[in-house]
C-alpha cells in the first residue's frame, strides 16, 4: 500500500492523528482507508472508514493525467511518497490523490472517504466520559 497522508489534527478540542493510505487489491483497484486515532493514556479511539474502487478502475488517474496535460501543468513526477521522496516501493501517492480533485469525481472511493471523514470529523460528539480521560485534551 501507499501513503496518501498522515498529519495531525483536532476534534472539539482533542488532539489526534489522521491517516489516508490506498491498498492495492490482489485482482484490480484499490481501496482507501482513512482513519482517526485519538489517543488517551490508557486506550485510544480509532474512526475508520474504508471504499473500494470496484468500477472504472483507473478513471479518475487518467482523466486526470489528461486535463493535467491538456492545461500544461502536468508534474515532472506523477507519483511518489508525500513524505519521503527517495522511497518508491508500494503504491505512491499521484497526482490524481490530490483533494482538489475530489469535487470531479464525488462517486470516487476516495473522494468519499474524504468527504465522510470530513462530516464525521464536523459532527462527532463526544461522551462526557471520553472528557475525563487522561493524556489527550489539553
Known amino acids: 500500500g501507499g501513503i496518501l497522508d498522515v498529519s495531525p489534527t483536532e476534534i472539539q478540542g482533542y488532539r489526534a492523528i489522521e491517516t489516508?493510505?490506498?491498498i492495492p487489491?490482489?485482482?484490480?483497484?484499490?481501496?482507501f482507508v482513512s482513519s482517526i486515532t485519538l489517543p488517551f493514556a490508557d486506550c485510544s479511539y480509532v474512526i475508520k472508514l474504508q471504499a473500494?474502487?470496484?468500477?472504472?478502475?483507473?478513471?479518475?488517474?487518467?482523466?486526470?493525467?489528461?486535463?493535467l496535460k491538456g492545461d500544461?501543468?502536468?508534474?515532472?513526477?506523477?507519483?511518489?511518497?508525500?513524505?519521503?521522496?527517495?522511497?518508491?516501493l508500494g503504491e505512491l501517492k499521484n497526482a490524481s490523490d490530490d483533494a482538489r480533485f475530489d469535487l470531479f469525481f464525488?462517486?470516487?472511493?476516495?473522494?468519499?472517504v474524504?468527504?465522510?471523514?470530513?462530516?464525521?470529523k464536523s459532527s462527532i460528539q463526544f461522551d462526557e466520559k471520553v472528557s475525563n480521560l487522561e493524556g489527550l485534551k489539553d
Open 20 to 22: 489516508l493510505f490506498k
Open 114 to 120: 474524504r468527504g465522510f471523514m470530513f462530516r464525521i
Open 72 to 88: 500544461g501543468k502536468m508534474p515532472d513526477v506523477w507519483a511518489q511518497d508525500p513524505y519521503d521522496d527517495r522511497y518508491q
Open 106 to 112: 464525488p462517486d470516487h472511493p476516495l473522494s468519499q
Open 52 to 67: 473500494q474502487e470496484y468500477t472504472h478502475i483507473g478513471e479518475r488517474e487518467r482523466l486526470v493525467e489528461e486535463r
Open 25 to 31: 487489491m490482489n485482482e484490480e483497484g484499490l481501496i
